[in-house]
């Protein structure tokens, strides 16, 4: 008699996911080949690499890897700032003060002898806080002309932003281009920045900038302490160089995911107060041939239009000549919602996004500054409902989430994948909390949206590899209880041991089965392909010898019942066992055995509760 039902378990096997998951933020590029994905991958360890005082790092510096400032995540923003330094005068002008090693502060030195210090001649200071380097092939990949454009024809009377042009240091011969990096788009090419910042940041004189800083200018310091020969960059066995390398890394640096990518009232509503005149949303990146397929022809979603506008009283005041102390680079919005410090001095910290956004010293009052350009547009979104105001902090909430990342903690973990299981239907649209699973954005947060998690979700309870849900659809493991979570990892019955000299194994996982609803999977593996398969039950857990070494329990005292199955072809059999039942919690023996075409094999015997509801 059975007191439990038995079901085959249903074993889906997931096709292939025709909607693709955006990276998150610090992936690389979708499609790049797998020499340049090595590329990423070496370029990504000397980003993160302590570069040391015997390889030039120094004299004078402010910090020792690149990623100990562009740290969230590695290659992203950070919270670490620089100063910078230089003297005004009544009139307006602005002196850098390079002669005493401005306007950039190294605030940090190999030896305290050669610490830089900001001069008394200095009058004017501002900190600059750590941007954000993802996405920067992309944005590299804008043709200038179309960010040029924007200033020859602005897109409203409220705004006049101006291009920076530029002489990447890699072509000092020029053409001039369009500079888009850094807070007064000072630079054009991430191999600028490399070389820039490797030599700036860490003291690493290199191809591009082959000399190192003289302390506040002071050339017998730095004779006295620059002891490795410049550039103290060069080429590694493959003829590249550090600044080279980081390149690679930033370059294949994936754009921040945008989730919902498109749909939501707020966007709308940032459009029509005139946020998306300068936070501009889409381009496409050149269609020239020398760039990578991964990085070429494609649609971005950065929201700047990566010119310079005048911020008022809320600039740095530090001239970038041409670029006046007043005009700072609109930052790109994507990845947003990750950032915190926000604004070019990192003023606005901490709290909420919200707060971040709607707070008093917040970004819309810091854009409403006297004289700020942006002005008009803070005083559209001051007008706005407290509910519309919401909407678009829910649209900022968008940029930097990956699809599947309910928590927003930018882990595909097993919180996002039981939201997933409970917000399972529809119809929802874009604004609904559920669009974050609809990655076909089809209304629907369905089987077809799951098959796409499976792509990217990040546990792997059993360490085989592949993640858990993958492992699931795909049917490698049983999940008797439908929870998407692997029974291998859930509770397991106590096995007795016993088992004998072969690979015969059982187990049986999932729900507790004293429990009501229970679903269990019960397990045979390790046997032979399309082997014969023998499943005893018994009521006593007293082991009867059989050979010299193999123990038989449930036939002590005597087999409640014996059953017959076959193995699959990877000597495997799975079924689903259904606790409960509604008599007394009752403990069965199970064990299992097949024959190997020379021997009997015994499994391990397993003590099963079962029973109670
Ligand atoms: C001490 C902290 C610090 C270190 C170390 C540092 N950076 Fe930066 N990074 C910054 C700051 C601050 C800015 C903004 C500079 C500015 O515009 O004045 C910046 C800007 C950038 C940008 C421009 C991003 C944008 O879109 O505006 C890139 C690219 C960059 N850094 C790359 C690097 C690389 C490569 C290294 C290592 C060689 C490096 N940084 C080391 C702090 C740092
Ligand atoms: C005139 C151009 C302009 C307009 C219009 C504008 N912004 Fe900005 N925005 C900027 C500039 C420039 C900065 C950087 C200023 C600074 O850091 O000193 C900025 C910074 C930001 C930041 C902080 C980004 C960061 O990385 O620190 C957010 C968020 C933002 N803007 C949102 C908005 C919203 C929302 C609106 C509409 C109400 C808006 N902006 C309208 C130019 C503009």
Request: charged share 15%.
């Amino acid at each position: 008699m059975r007191t439990f039902a038995i079901g085959f378990v249903l074993a889906s096997s997931a096709s292939l996911a025709a909607q693709v998951a955006q990276p998150k933020m610090g992936a690389p590029v979708a499609g790049l080949t797998p020499t340049q994905r090595a590329r990423f991958d070496a370029g990504r360890v000397d980003f993160l690499r302590v570069v040391q005082p015997a390889e030039g790092r120094g004299p004078i510096f402010n910090q020792t890897s690149c990623a100990s400032c562009h740290n969230n995540p590695v290659g992203g923003a950070g919270s670490q700032f620089v100063t910078r330094f230089g003297f005004t005068d009544g009139k307006g002008n602005f002196d850098p003060l390079a002669a005493l090693g401005g306007s950039l502060l190294q605030a940090q030195a190999i030896n305290v002898a050669c610490q830089e210090v900001i001069p008394a001649a200095a009058n004017t200071t501002a900190l600059r806080v750590t941007p954000s380097a993802l996405g920067m092939g992309l944005v590299e990949a804008i043709p200038d002309a179309v960010i040029a454009a924007r200033e020859t024809n602005p897109p409203s009377a409220n705004v006049s932003g101006r291009a920076h042009w530029v002489t990447p240091l890699e072509t000092p011969s020029g053409p001039q281009r369009v500079g888009r990096f850094g807070w007064k788009a000072q630079v054009a090419t991430t191999l600028t920045f490399s070389g820039d910042a490797a030599q700036n940041e860490i003291g690493l004189s290199n191809r591009l900038v082959p000399f190192d800083n003289a302390p506040n200018g002071n050339a017998a310091l730095l004779a006295a302490w620059d002891t490795v020969a410049d550039p103290e960059d060069g080429p590694d066995v493959n003829g590249q160089h550090y600044i080279d390398r980081i390149t690679d890394f930033q370059r294949y640096l994936a754009a921040p995911p945008q989730t919902p990518k498109s749909g939501l009232d707020g966007e709308a509503i940032f459009t029509a107060v005139g946020c998306a005149d300068c936070h501009v949303a889409a381009y496409t990146t050149a269609n020239d041939p020398a760039l990578e397929p991964a990085l070429r022809n494609k649609v971005i979603k950065p929201y700047s239009d990566f010119l310079v506008h005048d911020m008022g009283t809320a600039a740095d005041f530090i001239e970038h000549a041409p670029v006046t102390g007043n005009e700072l680079r609109t930052p790109s919005l994507w990845g947003v919602r990750n950032r915190d410090p926000l604004w070019h001095d990192g003023r606005v910290v901490g709290g909420t996004l919200q707060s971040r956004i709607l707070g008093s010293n917040g970004i819309i009052a810091l854009h409403g500054a006297f004289g700020s350009e942006a002005a008009p547009s803070a005083n559209a979104f001051n007008a706005l409902s407290a509910g519309d105001k919401q909407k678009v902090v829910a649209f900022l909430d968008s940029l930097g989430r990956a699809e599947f990342d309910w928590d927003g903690n930018n882990a595909l973990d097993l919180a996002d994948l039981n939201a997933f299981r409970v917000n399972m239907g529809g119809p929802f649209t874009a604004n609904s909390p559920q669009a974050v699973f609809d990655v076909n954005q089809d209304g629907y947060v369905n089987y077809t949206d799951l098959t796409v998690f499976a792509t990217v979700y990040e546990v792997d309870c059993n360490n085989n590899g592949t993640n858990d849900l993958a492992d699931v659809l795909n049917g490698t493991v049983g999940d008797a209880n439908a929870d998407l979570v692997p029974d291998e990892c859930q509770f397991c019955q106590p096995s007795l041991g016993f088992g004998g000299a072969g690979s015969l194994a059982l187990s049986m996982c999932g729900d507790d089965l004293t429990t009501a609803n229970s679903r269990g999977t019960f397990q045979v593996s390790g046997g032979p392909a399309n082997g014969p398969l023998l499943v005893a039950i018994g009521v006593s857990a007293n082991p009867y010898l059989i050979t010299a070494t193999e123990y038989l329990v449930p036939l002590e005292p005597l087999a409640a019942l014996v059953d017959y199955f076959v193995l699959d072809a990877n000597g495997r059999f799975r079924l689903t066992i259904q606790g409960g039942g509604g008599l007394p919690v009752h403990t069965w023996v199970f064990q299992a055995a097949t024959f190997t075409g020379t021997a009997f094999d015994l499994s391990n015997a397993l003590a099963v509760s079962v029973g109670g509801f």
